[in-house]
């Protein structure tokens, strides 16, 4: 057992009068905040392009589910709010960024049976 201790003894005093060179020192820095970029803000600035492309393409008639789970058909659409019926003669107003998505068509008559 004392042979991998003075093996680990024997690498460290060797290693000890080693100064790492600025191109090793900033190696993992910098391929950690390219990691982080490609798996963590790249898909997120993505999804909420999509998502701001989906609400500015809202029209009258699409079945939509809101950020609160609210199903329901728009009925009208001004610049910040929309009106999204819930229920027969039930409307209700909301802004346009808290649509969470669009339905297919015909959704609200599969879902009310």
Sequence with gaps: ????????MAQAAGAAGQQPS???ALAFPVLLIVVFYFL??????KKA?????M????AKGDEVVTGGGLLGRVV???DDYISVEVAEGVVVRAQR???G?????????????
């Design 55 to 58: 609400v500015q393409a809202l």
């Design 76 to 78: 009208e659409v001004s």
């Design 101 to 113: 998505a669009t339905l297919p068509k015909g959704t609200l008559k599969s879902v009310n049976k």
């Design 97 to 99: 960024a808290t649509i």
């Design 40 to 45: 963590l803000i790249r898909p997120q600035q």
């Design 22 to 24: 600025l191109i090793e």
């Design 49 to 53: 392009k999509e998502h701001t492309a």
């Design 1 to 8: 057992m004392s042979f991998f201790i003075q093996d680990a």
